[in-house]
């Protein structure tokens, strides 16, 4: 059973950084997608970032280009969702996915199994 937990929400100001983690577990694929997604309230879930565990490439929603870097560290199952110069749009529920893919792919319906998520509040 693959496990999931966020961390590293929290409140900043406009400006900002904040450095999210997604610790996993239970693992059965050698390949696999690991996403960020984020909701606000009264907004649908929205993709982030996503990164490939077979060679580390990543991608970014539009909104979040050049100010957020997705990364993993294999050795502790971890990824990592580094956000600066953050904005009171960013404000929502940031949640980790796994997707049994080796592709990436920001669309929420790909992803199977999904952590509880972090609240990120950015003040202006």
């Known amino acids: 059973q693959v496990q999931l937990v966020e961390s590293g929400g929290g409140l900043v100001q406009t400006g900002g950084s904040l450095r999210l983690s997604c610790s996993a577990s239970?693992?059965?694929?050698?390949?696999?997608?690991i996403g960020w997604f984020r909701q606000a309230p009264g907004k649908e879930r929205e993709g982030v970032s996503c990164i490939l565990s077979s060679d580390d490439t990543t991608a970014y929603a539009d909104s979040v280009k050049g100010r957020f870097t997705i990364s993993r560290d294999s050795a502790k199952n971890t990824v990592y969702l580094q956000m600066n110069s953050l904005k009171p749009e960013d404000t929502a529920v940031y949640y980790c996915a796994h997707a049994p893919w080796d592709y990436l792919v920001l669309d929420a319906d790909e992803y199977d199994y999904w952590g509880q998520g972090t609240q990120v509040t950015v003040s202006s």
């Open positions: 239970g693992f059965t694929r050698d390949y696999y997608a």
